[in-house]
């Protein structure tokens, strides 16, 4: 199973964690943001325009490439940047546009947008509880050496 983590930058290293979690439940998690070398209160004016192009290039490709996609949301209601929100959009529209409908699993707050409402998506108040739907989802791991 493939997942797309969807978050505020600020909250990189937390995610960071929580997509480490997955991987150990043999979940192979698309969001290459996570591994981008900077830090997590890195600004959009940090870095230059053709850098911006390119990791929301990539996004695209990794929002795509995923069978979930998991959003947290911002408690404080304060994040200026949005590209989570993007993501979603991204998300809902491809997935409408394949006549399929992949879930999301919003953590945190349910009234963040409207399409929060959509009823593909499913809230919850805590990543423990969609991590471990996630990986009942996936079922038992194999270990690489009986294979």
Same mark, same amino acid.
């Given at each position: 199973?493939?997942?797309?983590?969807?978050?505020?930058? *600020?909250?990189?290293?937390?995610?960071?964690?929580?997509?480490?979690?997955?991987?150990?439940?043999? =979940?192979?998690?698309?969001? *290459?943001?996570?591994?981008?070398?900077?830090?997590?209160?890195?600004?959009?004016?940090?870095?230059? &325009?053709?850098?911006?192009?390119?990791?929301?290039?990539?996004?695209?490709?990794?929002?795509?490439?995923?069978?979930?996609?998991?959003? #947290?949301?911002? &408690?404080?209601?304060?994040?200026?940047?949005?590209?989570?929100?993007?993501?979603?959009?991204? #998300?809902?529209?491809?997935?409408?546009?394949?006549?399929?409908?992949? &879930?999301?699993? =919003?953590?945190?707050?349910?009234?963040?947008?409207?399409?929060?409402?959509?009823?593909?998506? *499913?809230?919850?108040?805590? #990543?423990?509880?969609?991590?471990?739907?996630?990986?009942?989802?996936?079922?038992?791991?194999? &270990?690489?050496?009986?294979?």
């Amino acid at each position: 199973m493939k997942i797309y983590l969807a978050a505020p930058y *600020s909250r990189k290293d937390e995610i960071n964690k929580y997509a480490a979690e997955l991987r150990a439940g043999g =979940v192979i998690v698309t969001s *290459s943001w996570l591994e981008e070398p900077h830090q997590p209160d890195t600004q959009m004016q940090d870095l230059p &325009p053709d850098v911006h192009q390119g990791y929301a290039i990539q996004d695209v490709k990794d929002v795509a490439a995923a069978d979930i996609l998991i959003l #947290w949301t911002d &408690p404080t209601r304060s994040i200026v940047r949005q590209g989570r929100t993007v993501e979603l959009g991204i #998300w809902i529209g491809l997935n409408h546009a394949r006549h399929r409908h992949a &879930p999301v699993f =919003v953590v945190g707050l349910e009234d963040e947008n409207i399409f929060h409402h959509m009823p593909e998506v *499913s809230h919850f108040t805590a #990543w423990e509880a969609v991590r471990d739907l996630v990986l009942d989802l996936t079922g038992p791991t194999v &270990p690489q050496s009986s294979l």
